[in-house]
């Protein structure tokens, strides 16, 4: 059983068509030098609110949702897209991903379920032997962060807010001071 508090822990939010918000938490599952990934089933409701957004899906952390930035960093946004098959495979595969995590996965996927937990886990330890062929709707995400707000609070109320936002090239960052 998974720690409340575990350090790869993230809030995610994301919205409908209509802009009706929905947060739910994940687990940040990897980096590399192109952004941060999480992996999910895309017919879930954050795969379904993903692939509704108009123009290329975005998402937003909250502060002090996502365990692994400082606490004093405010509302990250970001640019999602949809993981290579090829990253996809290594994460099903990786000595990383528990087992029963796949089997849950992949069950999940495949057949409908009741939501009482016991027969929940019941079907996963009972089925989990044939049930590790990663779905054709199981993937991850790659999170590519755009913007990034520092906030420090001071006593005066006149409180530090940077932001950094990426640069449309990509190239770089652009640097401004906000009003407290």
């Known amino acids: 059983m998974g720690s409340p508090n575990e350090p790869n822990q993230m809030a ?36 379904k609110e993903l692939a509704d957004n108009r123009g290329p899906p975005c998402a937003c952390t909250g502060r002090r949702c996502t365990a692994w930035l400082p606490s004093r960093v405010t509302l990250p946004r970001w640019t999602l897209s949809a993981a290579t098959p090829t990253s996809n495979r290594a994460r099903w595969t990786a000595k990383s991903a528990p087992r029963s995590a796949r089997r849950a996965a992949s069950l999940l996927a495949r057949k409908s379920w009741n939501r009482a937990r016991r027969s929940l886990s019941e079907r996963v330890t009972a089925e989990g032997a044939e049930c590790i062929d990663r779905p054709e709707q199981w993937g991850g995400y790659r ?31 652009t640097y401004e001071r906000l009003a407290p």
Do not use: C, I, V
Not at 19 to 44: A, I, Q, V, W
Not at 147 to 172: S, T, V
């Open 143 to 173: 999170l590519r962060p755009d913007r990034f707000e520092f906030w420090q609070g001071q006593r005066d109320r006149l409180h530090d807010r940077l932001q950094f936002r990426r640069q449309a090239d990509g190239a770089g960052w």
């Open 12 to 47: 995610l939010a994301t919205a409908t068509r209509d802009g009706r918000p929905s947060l739910r938490y994940l687990l940040l599952k990897g980096h590399d030098e192109t952004g941060f990934y999480f992996y999910t089933n895309y017919n879930s409701r954050k795969g």
